[in-house]
C-alpha cells in the first residue's frame, strides 16, 4: 500500500491545473496579456492634454515648476500625474507606452484589490469566475482610451485605485490609511471626491465609531469647498440649451451604461437597469444595518457601487449642459466598469445557492459580451494612431501650424527639445527606410510617377501644394499596391520631411477600379525654403516623384 501512495498524492496535482477555477485564472490574464500588446503598439507620442500638462509642469528649460504641478487641468486636480508626467520625461524619455505600462499595472492593482472585497466562503470556482469577469470589465476594449492614450489614464485610473484601496483598508478597520489613501485619489484626479460619502456609508454598515463616519464627510466637504475657491474660472461648456432634472438623470445613467452601446438611448436604459439594481442593493445593506444585522460581505461592494454613482454624477453635472454625448466618449469607461464589477460580486454574493458552474457560466458570458461590444469604442482610438505619426513629423520639423492644427501646444515644444522627449531624441524615425532627415536624395535615384492609364497600374497625384507647414495631400499607387513611405524633400534633395500613407482615399479606388481604399498619404515638412518643396513615395526600394497639385488626375 505504500507503494501506491505517491501515486494517488500526485493525481491531484496533476489534475489541480485544469480545474475550474485555475482556467477561470488563466481566461483573467488574458484580458491583462490583450491590453499590453494594445500598448506596446500604441504610438510613442503622447496625444492631446499631455501637452498641455507638460507646457504647465515644467519650464522651458526642462526644470520642474512646483506652482504649475498644483494647477488645476480641466477642473480637475491632477496634481500627483502631472509630477508624474515630469518625472517620467526626465528619466525615461517621455513615452506615450510608458504611461500606458503604468496604467495597466494600476488596473491589475485595482483588480487585485476587488479580488480581495470577496469573500472566502464563495469557494474558488465563483471567486475565479468574479476575478475573470472584473478582469474583462475593466480592461474591456471600451476602455481601451485610458490605456492607449497613456496621460489620460494616469488620471482616472490612479483615482479609481486610490479609491478602491481606501475603501479596502476601510472594509479592513484601518481607517487612517483609508483617509490617507483617499486624499492621494483627490490629487489624481477630481472623481476620487466621490469615495468620501461611500467611506462614510461603509463605516455607517460596518458600525464604526462615529467620528469615522462623521470624520469622510467633513473631509469631503473641505476637499469640495478647497477645490471651489481655488481652481479658477470654469471653462465654458454650456451650449444654452435648457435643461431639467431629466436632463441630468439621463447622462448619469449613460454614463453608466456606456460599456453596452454607443448610443445614448440605449446606453440610457442599461444604465438605468445598472443603476436600480445597485440601488436596490444599497437598501438591502442599510435595511440589515438598521436591523441590527451583523456586518455583511456585500458591504464593501456597495461602498464601490456608492463611488462609481458618483464619479458617473461629477461626470454628468460638468458634461450635461455641454451636449457631449457621453455614451460615445470612452474615457470615461473606467466608472461604469467599476459599478459592473460591483453589481456582479453584489449579485453572486447575495444568491449563495446557485451552483460554481451557473455562476462561471454567467459571470464569464456578461464579461466577454462587454469586452466584445467595446470592439466600436476601441477602433475609434486606434484610428487617431496615424495622426500622431504626423504630428511627431510635425514637432520635428519645427512645423508648429501643423502642430496647432492636429491639437497640440507649440508652447510644448521648448521643454520636450530640453528634456529630449520623443521625437526630440534618437528613437524618432519617419519610417522610410534608412532615409531620415537630413539625407539626400539625388535627382537620378528619381522616377516620375505619371497619370494611371489603362495598362499601366501605377501613378499619383498631389491635391495640395508641396509648401512648409501645412498638411500636403495627396494619393499614389505602385503596381496596383499603396506605396510604402512619402518623403518631402527640398529643391536640393535633401529630406526635409515625411508623412503617413495608407490613408483611406475611396473616392480614388473607386475612380481606378481598385480594392484597396488607403491610397492616400499625408506629409508635413517644415517652413519652406527658397525654391519650395518636393514630395517623393517609395515603394519596393525605388522612389517616384509626384507632379506638383493639379497637374495629375486619378484618371
Same mark, same amino acid.
Given at each position: 500500500?505504500? %507503494?501506491?501512495?505517491?501515486?494517488?498524492?500526485?493525481?491531484?496535482?496533476?489534475?489541480?491545473?485544469?480545474?475550474?477555477?485555475?482556467?477561470?485564472?488563466?481566461?483573467?490574464?488574458?484580458?491583462?496579456? *490583450?491590453?499590453?500588446?494594445?500598448?506596446?503598439?500604441?504610438?510613442?507620442?503622447?496625444?492631446?492634454?499631455?501637452?498641455?500638462?507638460?507646457?504647465?509642469?515644467?519650464?522651458?528649460?526642462?526644470?520642474?515648476?512646483?506652482? @504649475?504641478?498644483?494647477?488645476?487641468?480641466?477642473?480637475?486636480?491632477?496634481?500627483?500625474?502631472?509630477?508624474?508626467?515630469?518625472?517620467?520625461?526626465?528619466?525615461?524619455?517621455?513615452? !506615450? +507606452?510608458?504611461?500606458?505600462?503604468?496604467?495597466?499595472?494600476?488596473? &491589475?492593482?485595482?483588480?487585485?484589490?476587488?479580488?480581495?472585497?470577496?469573500?472566502?466562503?464563495?469557494?474558488?470556482?465563483?471567486?475565479?469566475?468574479?476575478?475573470?469577469?472584473? %478582469?474583462?470589465?475593466?480592461?474591456?476594449?471600451?476602455?481601451?482610451?485610458?490605456?492607449?492614450?497613456?496621460?489620460?489614464?494616469?488620471?482616472?485610473?490612479?483615482?479609481? =485605485?486610490?479609491?478602491?484601496?481606501?475603501?479596502?483598508?476601510?472594509?479592513?478597520?484601518?481607517?487612517? $490609511?483609508?483617509?490617507?489613501?483617499?486624499?492621494?485619489?483627490?490629487?489624481?484626479?477630481?472623481? *476620487?471626491? /466621490?469615495?468620501?460619502?461611500?467611506?462614510?456609508?461603509?463605516?455607517?454598515?460596518?458600525?464604526?465609531?462615529?467620528?469615522?463616519?462623521?470624520?469622510?464627510?467633513?473631509?469631503?466637504?473641505?476637499?469640495?469647498?478647497?477645490?471651489?475657491?481655488?481652481?479658477?474660472?470654469?471653462? %465654458?461648456?454650456?451650449?444654452?440649451?435648457?435643461?431639467?432634472?431629466?436632463?441630468?438623470?439621463? #447622462?448619469?445613467?449613460?454614463?453608466?451604461?456606456?460599456?453596452?452601446?454607443?448610443?445614448?438611448?440605449? /446606453?440610457?436604459?442599461?444604465?438605468?437597469?445598472?443603476?436600480?439594481?445597485?440601488?436596490?442593493?444599497?437598501?438591502?445593506?442599510?435595511?440589515?444595518?438598521? $436591523?441590527?444585522? =451583523?456586518?455583511?460581505?456585500?458591504?464593501?461592494?456597495? $461602498?464601490?457601487?456608492?463611488?462609481?454613482?458618483?464619479?458617473?454624477?461629477?461626470?454628468?453635472? *460638468?458634461?450635461?449642459?455641454?451636449?457631449?454625448?457621453? #455614451?460615445?466618449?470612452?474615457?470615461?469607461?473606467?466608472?461604469?466598469?467599476?459599478?459592473?464589477?460591483?453589481?456582479?460580486?453584489?449579485?453572486?454574493?447575495?444568491?449563495?445557492?446557485?451552483?460554481?458552474?451557473?455562476?462561471?457560466?454567467?459571470?464569464? /458570458?456578461?464579461?466577454?459580451?462587454?469586452?466584445?461590444?467595446?470592439?466600436?469604442?476601441? @477602433?475609434?482610438?486606434?484610428?487617431?494612431?496615424?495622426?500622431?505619426?504626423?504630428?511627431?513629423?510635425?514637432?520635428?520639423?519645427?512645423?508648429?501650424?501643423?502642430?496647432?492644427?492636429?491639437?497640440?501646444?507649440?508652447?510644448?515644444?521648448? #521643454?520636450?527639445?530640453?528634456?529630449?522627449?520623443?521625437?526630440?531624441?534618437?528613437?524618432?524615425?519617419?519610417?522610410?527606410?534608412?532615409?531620415?532627415?537630413?539625407?539626400?536624395?539625388?535627382?537620378?535615384?528619381?522616377?516620375?510617377?505619371? &497619370?494611371?492609364?489603362?495598362?499601366?497600374?501605377?501613378?499619383?497625384?498631389?491635391?495640395?501644394? #508641396?509648401?512648409?507647414?501645412?498638411?500636403? !495631400?495627396?494619393?499614389?499607387?505602385?503596381?496596383?499596391?499603396?506605396?510604402?513611405?512619402?518623403?518631402?524633400?527640398?529643391?536640393?534633395?535633401?529630406?526635409?520631411? $515625411?508623412?503617413?500613407?495608407?490613408?483611406?482615399?475611396?473616392?480614388?479606388? +473607386?475612380?481606378?477600379?481598385?480594392?484597396?481604399?488607403?491610397?492616400?498619404?499625408?506629409?508635413? /515638412?517644415?517652413?519652406?525654403?527658397? @525654391? &519650395?518643396?518636393?514630395?517623393?513615395? %517609395? *515603394?519596393? &526600394?525605388?522612389?517616384?516623384?509626384?507632379?506638383?497639385?493639379?497637374?495629375?488626375?486619378?484618371?
Amino acid at each position: 500500500m505504500s %507503494s501506491n501512495a505517491p501515486v494517488r498524492a500526485g493525481r491531484p496535482g496533476r489534475s489541480s491545473l485544469f480545474a475550474p477555477s485555475t482556467l477561470l485564472l488563466v481566461l483573467a490574464a488574458v484580458p491583462v496579456a *490583450a491590453m499590453l500588446f494594445e500598448v506596446l503598439r500604441s504610438p510613442r507620442l503622447h496625444f492631446l492634454d499631455y501637452w498641455s500638462i507638460l507646457t504647465r509642469v515644467t519650464e522651458d528649460d526642462g526644470s520642474l515648476n512646483p506652482r @504649475g504641478v498644483l494647477t488645476y487641468q480641466n477642473e480637475h486636480p491632477m496634481f500627483l500625474p502631472g509630477l508624474l508626467f515630469w518625472v517620467e520625461a526626465k528619466l525615461l524619455g517621455g513615452y !506615450n +507606452q510608458v504611461l500606458g505600462l503604468l496604467d495597466v499595472v494600476m488596473v &491589475g492593482s485595482t483588480l487585485v484589490l476587488l479580488r480581495r472585497l470577496l469573500p472566502r466562503e464563495l469557494g474558488d470556482t465563483k471567486r475565479a469566475a468574479l476575478t475573470a469577469g472584473f %478582469s474583462l470589465l475593466l480592461f474591456t476594449t471600451s476602455g481601451l482610451h485610458n490605456f492607449a492614450f497613456g496621460f489620460s489614464g494616469a488620471g482616472w485610473l490612479s483615482a479609481n =485605485l486610490a479609491a478602491v484601496g481606501s475603501l479596502v483598508l476601510a472594509w479592513k478597520g484601518r481607517q487612517v $490609511g483609508a483617509i490617507a489613501t483617499g486624499l492621494v485619489g483627490c490629487a489624481c484626479y477630481g472623481t *476620487a471626491f /466621490a469615495v468620501w460619502p461611500a467611506l462614510a456609508l461603509v463605516n455607517w454598515l460596518r458600525r464604526e465609531r462615529a467620528r469615522w463616519v462623521v470624520g469622510p464627510l467633513v473631509i469631503g466637504v473641505v476637499v469640495v469647498l478647497g477645490w471651489a475657491l481655488t481652481y479658477g474660472p470654469r471653462p %465654458s461648456l454650456d451650449k444654452g440649451d435648457l435643461l431639467g432634472l431629466d436632463s441630468y438623470l439621463a #447622462a448619469v445613467a449613460a454614463a453608466l451604461g456606456q460599456l453596452w452601446s454607443t448610443h445614448q438611448d440605449v /446606453a440610457t436604459g442599461a444604465g438605468v437597469l445598472a443603476g436600480l439594481l445597485l440601488a436596490g442593493f444599497a437598501g438591502l445593506a442599510v435595511r440589515r444595518r438598521l $436591523g441590527d444585522e =451583523l456586518q455583511h460581505p456585500q458591504t464593501p461592494w456597495v $461602498g464601490v457601487a456608492v463611488y462609481a454613482a458618483g464619479a458617473a454624477v461629477m461626470i454628468s453635472a *460638468a458634461r450635461a449642459g455641454a451636449g457631449l454625448d457621453i #455614451a460615445s466618449t470612452s474615457r470615461y469607461a473606467s466608472i461604469p466598469a467599476l459599478a459592473a464589477c460591483a453589481a456582479l460580486a453584489l449579485v453572486v454574493i447575495s444568491w449563495p445557492g446557485f451552483s460554481a458552474v451557473r455562476v462561471a457560466g454567467a459571470v464569464v /458570458a456578461v464579461g466577454l459580451a462587454t469586452y466584445a461590444i467595446g470592439s466600436v469604442q476601441a @477602433g475609434h482610438v486606434r484610428a487617431q494612431y496615424a495622426k500622431q505619426d504626423l504630428l511627431a513629423i510635425a514637432m520635428r520639423t519645427g512645423a508648429t501650424t501643423v502642430v496647432t492644427q492636429l491639437r497640440s501646444k507649440v508652447a510644448a515644444l521648448p #521643454a520636450a527639445r530640453a528634456l529630449g522627449l520623443y521625437p526630440f531624441n534618437e528613437d524618432f524615425s519617419l519610417g522610410c527606410g534608412t532615409h531620415e532627415l537630413g539625407d539626400v536624395i539625388g535627382a537620378d535615384a528619381l522616377t516620375p510617377l505619371r &497619370g494611371v492609364s489603362a495598362t499601366e497600374r501605377t501613378g499619383g497625384n498631389l491635391d495640395t501644394p #508641396a509648401v512648409g507647414d501645412t498638411l500636403i !495631400n495627396g494619393w499614389a499607387m505602385v503596381a496596383d499596391k499603396r506605396v510604402d513611405c512619402v518623403l518631402v524633400l527640398d529643391r536640393a534633395g535633401t529630406v526635409v520631411g $515625411g508623412g503617413i500613407t495608407a490613408v483611406p482615399r475611396p473616392d480614388v479606388a +473607386q475612380v481606378l477600379g481598385v480594392a484597396d481604399p488607403r491610397l492616400g498619404f499625408t506629409a508635413v /515638412a517644415g517652413p519652406s525654403t527658397a @525654391g &519650395g518643396h518636393r514630395v517623393v513615395v %517609395s *515603394a519596393g &526600394g525605388r522612389f517616384y516623384q509626384l507632379a506638383s497639385a493639379g497637374e495629375q488626375s486619378p484618371g
